[in-house]
C-alpha cells in the first residue's frame, strides 16, 4: 500500500502549475533542495566536499555539473540538485566533520518556475522592483526579492530566462500574476 | 520607496526591506531597575533629523544591518553591519 | 464675538461682505502667559479654549510654528467613532463624541459634525469575534454599536462589494450609527475663533527652540522664533513632533512618529453614504460634502517627519478600495498628502502630568486624534488647570507602560491562531 | 452639426478621416487629431459645463492638462466611463460619447444656477457660518442638500472592465517632457549611450512644437533622431504624476483609452515606477488667465490655447476677437487668429508701453492695440457677447461686440515635479514666477519649466540638462530673461462689492473671496486656500494659484516671496485609481495560501475559513448538515474513535546549531536543556514586555536540531523575531534557523483508535505506548514516506501529528483515510479542533490572549523555567507594578445555567446586571461552544480576578435578558488525561 502511495504523490510532483497554459511559464522538474549556512571557515572544505565554489560573490549562482548553489546571503545557500541526488547530506557531513555547518531539506517547501522569452525581463518587472537589466542583473545573479506579494528566489540562468524559487502555497498566485501579466506580450 | 543600501547586497528597493526601529538600544539586563527595564522597552529618541536605526534586508539576503537616516529628508547618511562602528 | 448665523449672512449679503471681524486676532506674543499650549491643532486650540471657558484662566496663549489646523488637523480623513473596546477608550471617545454633539452651537461655528454612520467591516472568523466582542462591551458602556450581517450592510452603504470572487469577502459589519465625520478646518477655526474671544492669544509662526526650567527643576517658560516666554504651566500638543519638544525638557517619550498619508478623488455627486473602515485590509472611504471620495491610508514602516508616505502604501489601499468598491476603480486621485502621527506602544494616547512640574503632555494619538479633539482638549485643559487628571483621562498617564497597565486596543484585536 | 469653424487647411489633423462622436447627445463629427475640446470647438460648441458652486455656464478655457472649466463625462457604458475628464485631454475617437455635468436638466437650463443669481449670499467660507441650528439639522436637512448641490460629475455605477498594467523599470536620464527642451535632453543624454527614457503627456512628442507649423521640421528631424536610438525608451500618452523620494517617478501610461472601443483584453494603462539616476523636468510652462470683472464667460480663454487650436487643430475659435494681455505673446495668437480669418476687434494690453516682436508683427498686420487699457465687464450669457474696455485709471469705457476672447497674463512655469522632490523654488521677479531653485534630489529643469520663454533658449536649456544629467561638462548656462506679465486682478475701477472676477474658475473662487479671507483673518496662503477653496479644484490650481498669490501680495503689501507657495502634492493630474491597484483584482489581490490536503478537502465538501493568507477547512459538513451538527458529529468521533484534521498551516522553523538548545532558553519561557532527543515540549514565547504572542510543541530531534511548530499566523512574525534576537543580541550562538513551514504537510490523527489507525503504515519505529509516550517524536516512514512523527495532542485524546515532505502529504493523508476507514475515521476541520481543546481548557494564542495576558493570566505559570537566569520578557514579568497586580484578567471555564444556552464569543460579564449603563465590566467570554461530549454547552473567558471567583455566579447581560453562568476550571473534559493514552 505504501508504494501505491507514493506512485501517487510522485505523478503529482511534476503535475503542471494549476491554471498555468502558457507555454513560457513551466514548472522545473522536481528538484532536492537544502539551505545549507556556512561560516567563513568552512566554505573551502565545503567547497570541496559538494564540488561548489561557495568562496563566490553573494547574489551569485554557482553550477558544478547538476547541483548549482545560489548564495542568497553572506552565509547562506540554496543547493539546488536533480531529486536524484541523495549524496548531498552523506558529502558534507564526510568533508565538514568537525566543522560548523547547518543544512536543512527544503525540497518540498519550494516550487520552481522556469520563465523564458523575449518578454521575460518586462513580465517580471511587472511587479518586481528589480533593476533586470543585463547589466545590473546578468545572467547568473540569484537574489531573494519580492514578485507583488510573494518572495521569491529570482535566478538569471540566460539573457531572457529565468528560474524563480517559490515557497509551495505562493506558486500558484506567482503563476497567475505571470500568466495575467504576460496576457499583453506576445509570445 | 526608498532606495536602500544594504551592507551586503547594495541598493535596493525598500519593499525588500523590514524596519527594525531605533538602533542601539542596549537590551537592559535582568537586574535592570523597573525605571531601566521601562526606558529599554518604550522609550526611543524618534529623532527629528540623523537618527540610528534598523532595517533587515528581509525580502534579500535576510541580515538585519544599522543605517543613519536623516529622518526629515529620507536620505541615508550610511548604513553598517551589526556589530560595526560607524564611520 | 459676533455672531454667525443665516441672519447675519444674509445683512452681509447686502452689505458687500463688508461687515465680518477677523475670526481671530493675529497675536505677538506678551513677555509672560497663566498657561502656554504648544501646538496650534484642534487639540490645543480646544485646550486653550476649556482652560478659559471652564477654567476660568484669561492669560493664555497658543504657540504655533506654522499656521493654525495646519498639523495632522488638517491632514486626517475626519472619521469620528466611539465604539472602542476598552472601557477606558470608549469612555474617553464617547466623552468626545458627546462634545461633537453639540460643538457646532458652543463656538457658532458649523463644525459640519455629521452623524453618517461609520461601517467597520468584517472579513473573517476571527474579525468577527473580534467585532461582537466590541458590540457587547459597547452596549454595556452605553456605547451605540451593532452587527450587520453582509446584506444589511450593503443595505447601509449600497456601493459596498458583497458578492463572490472577492480575496477578502465581506463577512458582516458593525455600525455605530452616532459616528460619523466633521470638517477639520472648522474645528480649528472654530475653535481659534472661539478662544480668540476669550482672550487667548493665538501666536501663529512661532516656533518653540527650548524649554527652561527654574532652579526647583519647574518649567519657567520656553524659547521661541520669536523671543523668550515665561509660563509656569505649559502643556504640549504637537502630535508628531511631541518627542522633539519633549526632549527640549529633558524627557524621552514613549513615541514613535511615522508617515501617515491620505488622498481624494474628484468630486462627485453624492454616492457613498456614510465612512467606511476596513482594518483588515487597510482601507478607510468616505465621501466629503464637496464630493470628494477621502480616503485613509496606512502608515509607512519608518520613523520620518518628512510629512510624506510612499507610493506603495497608498497603491496597497487603492487595491482594497477597488475590491470593496469596483466602481470607484475609475475613479481619479486629485490629490495624496502625508501627516506625522506619534504612535505609542500601545497606539494608545497619553494626556497626562510629566515628571516635570508645570509640563503636561498630550501626544500619542496615532492615526485617530481628529475624533477625540473636543474629548482630548476638555480633558487636558482640566488636567492643566487642576494638575491632575480627570477621572477618564487618568488611565492615559505615562505610567501605565512601566506598569504593564496597557490600553492596547490594537493587540486586542490581534490576528493569530 | 457639421464643422463650421474647421479651417480649409493646416493643422495636424487628419481630414481624410472623419471621426464620429456625440456630445449630450448630439451627434457630431471631427477628425483623427482632435481633441474632445477641439472637435466640440470646429462645431462652434463652447459651452461644455457648469461651475461648482454657482453652476456658471463655462467654456473651454485652456489646451491641455491645465483645463478648469471643461470637465465631461466620457465613456461607451457605465463600466467605462469616467466623469470629470477634461474635454482637452480627451482624444478623439469613432463613437465617442460624452456628457456634460453639474446641470439638471441640461447645460443650457440648470435649475442650480439658482445660486448664481443669489450669489451675494454664498461668498467663501459661508457654510461655516451657518446652517447651526437646529442641533441634528445639520445631518438631517442641509448636509443632503449641500450635498447634491456640490460634486461634479457623477460615480460610474458598474464596476470597471478595464485591466491595468503595472512596471518598475530603471534608467539613467528620465526627461519628463518632450517639447523642444526635453528632445533635446533626451537626445544628448543618449548619445553617451545612457539608458534614457523620455515621456510626454500628448499622443505625439513635440509639446508647444506641435502648435508651431513652422518648425515641423526641426521636430520630426529630432523624433527621427529619437526613433534611431535604441537606448530610448519612448513613452507617449505618459504623464509623470509623482516624484517620489531617492528618485523614482511615478508614470501613467494611456495604452487603450484613445482607441475607444478597443478590447478590454489588452490593459486601459499602465503605472510606472521609473528610479532614474537623473530626472530633467522639461514640463513647459502655462498660461496665466487675467483676473477681470465676469472673466469665465464661455468664450473666454487663453491666447496660447487659441492659437492651439487655430495652428494645431486648424479650429476657428471664434468669429470676432477681443485679446487681453500683459505679455507679448498674446501678439502672436492675434497674428495668428487673424490669419486665420479671425476678425480681431481689439488688442488691449494693460502695460503702458509695451515693446516685442509680437506687437510688431501685430501693427504690421494692422491689428488695433489699446495700451495701458483693461477690460471691466463682459456680457453674454452662455457665450460672451462682448466686453467693455477702458483707459486704466478712467471710468469711460468702449463697448466692444465679440465672441471671444484671448487673455495672456504670462507664464507659470511647471515647477509641480521639482517641488515634489522637495526641491527649493526660487522666485523670479523679472518673470514674476516660481522657477526651480535647489534640487534635493539629482534633477534639472529644462526649457520653459526653467524659465525659458523662447525656443532657442529651450532648446538649449535642454541640451545643458541632458550633457549635465550624464556627467559631461556645460560650456555656459543658459542665460535668457523672459517676461512677467501680470499676477492678481487687474485694475478695473468698478465697486469691489459688485463685480466677481474669478481666480478660480472651476471652483468659482473670485479675487473678493481672497480680500474676504484676508479680511477674516486667514493670512497664510494655506488658510486663503482652504477657507476660499481657491487652488482645490480637480486642476489643483494650475491657472489660479499665482493669481491668487498676487491678490494676496497686493492686499497685505507683502512680496509674494515672503507669502510663498502652497504645497505642491501628487498627483499632477488626477489618476485614475485602478492604475495604482494594477493587477491585484479578486484572487490576485493577495495569494491564496492552500495546503497539499486542500484539495481532498475541497473534494470531500469542506468549508473553508480565512486565516492569515491560508485557507483552512472548518467543518466537513454531510449532506444537509449545519456547521453545529457537522461538528458535534465530527467531536464525538473524535472523541470515539479517531478524526483527521490538516494541520499543515502551523508554522515549523528548523533550529540547528551546536547552541540551538541554549538559543531556545534564551527565547522561550520554558527551560529546554534537559529535553532529551526525541521529546516534544509545549513552549511559550513572549514579547520583550511580557506578554504572550505565540505558542507551540518543540521537538528535539538531536542535540543540535530543534523541530519548533508555531501558530499559523506568527509563523512569519515569530522568525522574524528569532532572526531579530540571533543577529543583533544573542550574537554569540552558533546557531542556524530555517522556516520548514511548507516543507511538511501536517496530518493531525487523533482518538482512542488513532494508533490502531497509523500502526500498519508506520516502517521503522516502535509506537507502541511504551515505546512512544506523549510527547515524543521519532522519524520513521509513514505510507512508505520519510516522516517525523509526533505524538501529541490537542484534543486530550491520544493523537499522532505525521510530518511528511509536503509533496507527500495527500497521498500519506489517503492512504490514514483509508486504512482509518474499518475505524471509522472523520475528517474534521478548525470549528471541530477548537471545540476539542476548548473541552479541556486549551488556549488559542489571539483568542485567549489578546496581546495583553502574561503566562499567569491564562494559567500558564507551570511552564516558565523558574531557574534560567533570563528570557525574552522575563524582566518584564518581574516589574513590581505588574506582579503587584491583583485585579488581572484570569482564564476561566463557564457553565451557563441552561445547558442549552451557548454563549456568544465576545460577551462580556458583569456582577449586577441590574446596574445602570456604563457597566462594571468583569471579564468577557473568548471562547464558546456546544460541547457534544459533555451534553451541554461550554465557554471559556478572562475574568478579573477570575481564580479566585470559581464557583461563583456572575452575568451576562444581552439584549433584553441575562444569562447567569457559574465560574469553573478550564478544564471540563477528562480533568486527570487519563485519555491521552488511549
Known amino acids: ?187 | 520607496m526608498l532606495l536602500i543600501p544594504c551592507p551586503y547586497c547594495g541598493e535596493r528597493p525598500e519593499i525588500e526591506f523590514s524596519y527594525g526601529g531605533e538602533a542601539h538600544v542596549v537590551r537592559a539586563p535582568a537586574n535592570a531597575t523597573d525605571a531601566e527595564w521601562t526606558a529599554f522597552l518604550y522609550q526611543r529618541s524618534n529623532a527629528r533629523g540623523s537618527y540610528a536605526e534598523r532595517w533587515r534586508h528581509a525580502h534579500g539576503c535576510g541580515r538585519f544591518f544599522n543605517a543613519r537616516r536623516n529622518t526629515v529628508t529620507d536620505f541615508f547618511e550610511q548604513t553598517y553591519k551589526i556589530g560595526e562602528v560607524p564611520a | 464675538m459676533q455672531k454667525f448665523s443665516a441672519f447675519a449672512l444674509a445683512k452681509e449679503a447686502l452689505s458687500g461682505q463688508k461687515g465680518w471681524d477677523r475670526q481671530w486676532r493675529d497675536a505677538a506674543p506678551k513677555p509672560a502667559y497663566e498657561a502656554i499650549i504648544v501646538g496650534g491643532g484642534g487639540h490645543g486650540l480646544g485646550t486653550a479654549y476649556y482652560l478659559a471657558k471652564k477654567h476660568g484662566l484669561r492669560n493664555i496663549a497658543v504657540l504655533e510654528k506654522g499656521w493654525i489646523g495646519g498639523g495632522n488637523t488638517g491632514r486626517n480623513t475626519t472619521i469620528i467613532r466611539s465604539n472602542y473596546l476598552f472601557d477606558e477608550s470608549a469612555a474617553l471617545y464617547d466623552h468626545a463624541v458627546k462634545l461633537w454633539e453639540g460643538l457646532s452651537a458652543d463656538l457658532n461655528y458649523n463644525v459640519m459634525f455629521s452623524q453618517r454612520g461609520v461601517l467597520m467591516l468584517s472579513h473573517n472568523v476571527h474579525d468577527e469575534q473580534v467585532f461582537k466582542r466590541h458590540v457587547h462591551a459597547n452596549r454595556l458602556n452605553g456605547v451605540d454599536n451593532e452587527w450587520l450581517s453582509p446584506e444589511q450592510a450593503k443595505s447601509f452603504c449600497p456601493p459596498l462589494n458583497i458578492g463572490p470572487g472577492m480575496r477578502h469577502a465581506v463577512t458582516g459589519a458593525a455600525l455605530q450609527r452616532r459616528a460619523g465625520t466633521a470638517r477639520h478646518d472648522a474645528v480649528a477655526w472654530g475653535y481659534a475663533r472661539a478662544a480668540d474671544a476669550l482672550g487667548v492669544d493665538i501666536i501663529q509662526n512661532c516656533e518653540v527652540t527650548g524649554i527652561d526650567r527654574d532652579a526647583s527643576g519647574r518649567i519657567s517658560g520656553v524659547q521661541t522664533s520669536r523671543g523668550a516666554i515665561a509660563t509656569r504651566r505649559l502643556g504640549i500638543v504637537a502630535a508628531g513632533n511631541t518627542s522633539v519638544l519633549m526632549a527640549m525638557a529633558g524627557q524621552r517619550m514613549p513615541l514613535e512618529s511615522y508617515p501617515l498619508q491620505a488622498l481624494v478623488s474628484e468630486p462627485i455627486k453624492p454616492i457613498f453614504p456614510c465612512v467606511v473602515m476596513s482594518n483588515t485590509i487597510h482601507a478607510y472611504i468616505s465621501q466629503s460634502d464637496k464630493g470628494e471620495l477621502v480616503i485613509g491610508a496606512g502608515t509607512d514602516a519608518y520613523i520620518s517627519y518628512s510629512q510624506r508616505g510612499a507610493l506603495h502604501i497608498s497603491s496597497h489601499t487603492l487595491e482594497a478600495i477597488c475590491e470593496l468598491f469596483p466602481m470607484f476603480r475609475r475613479m481619479r486621485m486629485l490629490r495624496n498628502w502625508g501627516g506625522i502621527v506619534d504612535v505609542t506602544p500601545d497606539r494608545s494616547p497619553i494626556i497626562a502630568r510629566t515628571d516635570v512640574p508645570g509640563l503636561y503632555v498630550n501626544c500619542g494619538w496615532g492615526t485617530g486624534g481628529f475624533k477625540a479633539t473636543p474629548g482630548s482638549a476638555d480633558l487636558f485643559a482640566y488636567t492643566m488647570a487642576k494638575d491632575e487628571p480627570h477621572r477618564i483621562n487618568a488611565p492615559f498617564n505615562l505610567e501605565r507602560f512601566g506598569a504593564g497597565r496597557l490600553i492596547d486596543e490594537a493587540a486586542a484585536a490581534a490576528v493569530a491562531h | 452639426m457639421t464643422q463650421t469653424y474647421r479651417l480649409a487647411t493646416g493643422g495636424l489633423i487628419d481630414r481624410s478621416r472623419t471621426v464620429p462622436f456625440t456630445f449630450d447627445g448630439k451627434a457630431m463629427t471631427g477628425h483623427a487629431g482632435d481633441t474632445l475640446a477641439s472637435a466640440l470647438l470646429a462645431n462652434g460648441v463652447h459651452l461644455v459645463g457648469r461651475s461648482f458652486k454657482y453652476h456658471r455656464p463655462r467654456g473651454i478655457v485652456s489646451a491641455g492638462a491645465e483645463e478648469p472649466n471643461a470637465l465631461v463625462g466620457v465613456g461607451r457604458d457605465e463600466g467605462h466611463y469616467t466623469p470629470n475628464l477634461r474635454a482637452t485631454q480627451v482624444e478623439l475617437y469613432h463613437g465617442l460619447r460624452a456628457e456634460s455635468q453639474n446641470r439638471m436638466p441640461s447645460l443650457e437650463r440648470d435649475v442650480g444656477s439658482i445660486t448664481d443669481r443669489l450669489w451675494r449670499f454664498f461668498p467663501a467660507g459661508f457654510y461655516y457660518k451657518t446652517f447651526m441650528w437646529p442641533k441634528g439639522a445639520w445631518t438631517k436637512f442641509f448636509e443632503p442638500r449641500i450635498r447634491a448641490i456640490a460634486g461634479l460629475g457623477r460615480s460610474p455605477a458598474a464596476p470597471d472592465a478595464a485591466r491595468y498594467a503595472q512596471i518598475y523599470a530603471h534608467c539613467d536620464v528620465l526627461v519628463i517632457g518632450a517639447g523642444p527642451a526635453g528632445l533635446s535632453a533626451a537626445l544628448t543624454a543618449a548619445e553617451t549611450g545612457a539608458r534614457v527614457i523620455i515621456c510626454d503627456e500628448q499622443a505625439q512628442f513635440g509639446g508647444a512644437l506641435l502648435a508651431e507649423p513652422g518648425k515641423s521640421a526641426w521636430l520630426a528631424e529630432q523624433r527621427a533622431r529619437l526613433a534611431g536610438f535604441a537606448n530610448i525608451t519612448m513613452l507617449p500618452r505618459t504623464i509623470a504624476f509623482g516624484y517620489f523620494p531617492h528618485n523614482m517617478i511615478g508614470l501613467a501610461q494611456d495604452l487603450t483609452d484613445h482607441q475607444g472601443e478597443a478590447s478590454d483584453d489588452a490593459p486601459r494603462g499602465r503605472l510606472w515606477q521609473v528610479r532614474a539616476r537623473q530626472v530633467i523636468t522639461a514640463t513647459g510652462a502655462i498660461e496665466r488667465p487675467l483676473v477681470f470683472p465676469d472673466n469665465d464667460r464661455p468664450g473666454i480663454m487663453l491666447a496660447d490655447a487659441a492659437r492651439t487650436y487655430v495652428e494645431r487643430y486648424a479650429v476657428k475659435p471664434g468669429n470676432r476677437a477681443v485679446v487681453f494681455t500683459a505679455h507679448d505673446d498674446a501678439y502672436r495668437a492675434a497674428v495668428s487668429l487673424h490669419r486665420a480669418g479671425v476678425a480681431i476687434a481689439a488688442i488691449v494690453d494693460l502695460r503702458e508701453s509695451p515693446a516685442g516682436p509680437g506687437l510688431d508683427a501685430a501693427r504690421t498686420a494692422g491689428l488695433p492695440v489699446r495700451t495701458h487699457a483693461t477690460i471691466i465687464g463682459t456680457e453674454g450669457n452662455l457665450r460672451v457677447a462682448a466686453v467693455s474696455v477702458a483707459t486704466i485709471g478712467e471710468t469711460k469705457s468702449e463697448r466692444i461686440a465679440c465672441d471671444l476672447v484671448l487673455m495672456s497674463g504670462g507664464f507659470t512655469p511647471s515647477v509641480h515635479l521639482f517641488s515634489q522632490s522637495r526641491g527649493k523654488l526660487a522666485f523670479d521677479p523679472a518673470l514674476d514666477a516660481f522657477i526651480p531653485g535647489t534640487p534635493a534630489e539629482p534633477t534639472i529643469a529644462a526649457g520653459a519649466a526653467a524659465g525659458c520663454q523662447s525656443l532657442e533658449a529651450a532648446i538649449a536649456s535642454g541640451r545643458a540638462a541632458g550633457l549635465s544629467a550624464t556627467g559631461q561638462a556645460v560650456a555656459a548656462p543658459v542665460a535668457e530673461t523672459g517676461a512677467a506679465g501680470f499676477l492678481g486682478e487687474v485694475p478695473h475701477g468698478r465697486d469691489p462689492a459688485s463685480v466677481r472676477a474669478f481666480v478660480d474658475f472651476q471652483n468659482d473662487v473670485t479675487a473678493k473671496d481672497i480680500t474676504l479671507a484676508l479680511s477674516e483673518g486667514f493670512r497664510s496662503i494655506e488658510h486663503v486656500k482652504r477657507y476660499t477653496t481657491t487652488g482645490m479644484a480637480t486642476d489643483q490650481g494650475k491657472t489660479s494659484n499665482m493669481n491668487a498669490l498676487g491678490i494676496v501680495s497686493k492686499s497685505l503689501g507683502v512680496a509674494i516671496p515672503s507669502i510663498g507657495t502652497t504645497t505642491f502634492r501628487m498627483p499632477y493630474t488626477p489618476i485614475p485609481f485602478g492604475y495604482f491597484a494594477g493587477y491585484a483584482r479578486g484572487e490576485l489581490v493577495e495569494p491564496v495560501r492552500e495546503t497539499p490536503i486542500h484539495a481532498w478537502a475541497a473534494e470531500h465538501g469542506a468549508v473553508f475559513e480565512d486565516v492569515s493568507l491560508w485557507k483552512r477547512a472548518r467543518y466537513f459538513p454531510r449532506g444537509a448538515e449545519t456547521m453545529h451538527d457537522a461538528v458535534a458529529r465530527e467531536c464525538a468521533a473524535v472523541r470515539a474513535g479517531v478524526g483527521l484534521f490538516d494541520a499543515s498551516t502551523l508554522g515549523k522553523i528548523e533550529i540547528t546549531g551546536p547552541d540551538a538548545a541554549e538559543f531556545l532558553n534564551r527565547m522561550y519561557v520554558n527551560a529546554w536543556t534537559k529535553l532529551k532527543p526525541g521529546r516534544l515540549r509545549y513552549g511559550i514565547l513572549l514579547r520583550e514586555d511580557g506578554f504572550i504572542i505565540d505558542d507551540g510543541v518543540v521537538g528535539r530531534i538531536a542535540d543540535d536540531r530543534f523541530h519548533v511548530t508555531t501558530t499559523t499566523g506568527g509563523a512569519a512574525r515569530v522568525l522574524n523575531m528569532m532572526e531579530d534576537y540571533l543577529q543583533t543580541e544573542f550574537t554569540d550562538l552558533k546557531v542556524w534557523l530555517t522556516s520548514t513551514t511548507e516543507q511538511y504537510a501536517v496530518i493531525a490523527v487523533q482518538g482512542p483508535r488513532a494508533r490502531a489507525v497509523i500502526a500498519p503504515l508506520v516502517e521503522d519505529a516502535d509506537i507502541s505506548a511504551a515505546a512512544m509516550p506523549h510527547m515524543s517524536v521519532v522519524e520513521c516512514r509513514v505510507a512508505g514516506v520519510p516522516a517525523r512523527l509526533f505524538r501529541v495532542s490537542f484534543t486530550g485524546e491520544l493523537g499522532f501529528e505525521i510530518n511528511v515532505p509536503a509533496d507527500y502529504g495527500r497521498a500519506v493523508w489517503e492512504a490514514v483515510a483509508q486504512a482509518g476507514q474499518a475505524h471509522g475515521i472523520v475528517p474534521y476541520g478548525t470549528e471541530t479542533m477548537h471545540v476539542l481543546r476548548a473541552e479541556k481548557g486549551y488556549i488559542i494564542v489571539g483568542q485567549e490572549t489578546d496581546g495583553t495576558a502574561t503566562p499567569d493570566d491564562v494559567g500558564l505559570t507551570w511552564a516558565i523555567g523558574k531557574a534560567k537566569p533570563d528570557f525574552v520578557g522575563k524582566r518584564a514579568l518581574a516589574r513590581t507594578a505588574l506582579a503587584s497586580q491583583t485585579d488581572r484578567k484570569q482564564l476561566v471555564g463557564l457553565l451557563t445555567a441552561d445547558p442549552a444556552e451557548v454563549l456568544e464569543e465576545g460577551a462580556h460579564l458583569v456582577a449586577d446586571p441590574a446596574q445602570a449603563v456604563p457597566m462594571t465590566m468583569l471579564g468577557h467570554v473568548t471562547s464558546s461552544y456546544w460541547s457534544a461530549a459533555l451534553n451541554r454547552s461550554i465557554a471559556l473567558a478572562m475574568v478579573r480576578n477570575g481564580r479566585a471567583r470559581i464557583g461563583q455566579t456572575l452575568h451576562v447581560p444581552l439584549p433584553g435578558r441575562s444569562v447567569a453562568v457559574t465560574l469553573t476550571d478550564p478544564v471540563f473534559y477528562d480533568p486527570e488525561g487519563a485519555r491521552l493514552d488511549g
Open chain 1, 1 to 187: 500500500m505504501a508504494d501505491i502511495a507514493l506512485a501517487h504523490a510522485d505523478a503529482r510532483r511534476t503535475a503542471p502549475l494549476p491554471g498555468a497554459v502558457d507555454r513560457r511559464i513551466e514548472k522545473s522538474a522536481p528538484l532536492t533542495r537544502f539551505v545549507l549556512r556556512l561560516p567563513e571557515e568552512s566554505l573551502t572544505a565545503a567547497g570541496a566536499a559538494l564540488g561548489l565554489d561557495f568562496t563566490a560573490p553573494i547574489n551569485r549562482a554557482v553550477t558544478s555539473g547538476d547541483r548549482t548553489a545560489l548564495r542568497l546571503g553572506p552565509d547562506e545557500w540554496l543547493v539546488l540538485a536533480p531529486a536524484t541526488d541523495a549524496a548531498i547530506p552523506g558529502g558534507l557531513a564526510a568533508g565538514l566533520a568537525g566543522r560548523l555547518f547547518s543544512l536543512v531539506d527544503v525540497s518540498h517547501r519550494q516550487t520552481g518556475i522556469r520563465l523564458a522569452g523575449p518578454h521575460a525581463a518586462a513580465m517580471i518587472n511587472a511587479v518586481c522592483p528589480l533593476d533586470l537589466g543585463l547589466a545590473a542583473f546578468p545572467v547568473g545573479m540569484a537574489t531573494r526579492t519580492i514578485f507583488a506579494k510573494a518572495d521569491i528566489v529570482l535566478w538569471r540562468t540566460s539573457p531572457a530566462s529565468f528560474h524563480l524559487e517559490i515557497w509551495r502555497s505562493f506558486a500558484p498566485y506567482v503563476a497567475a500574476l505571470l500568466h495575467e501579466i504576460g496576457r499583453e506580450y506576445p509570445d
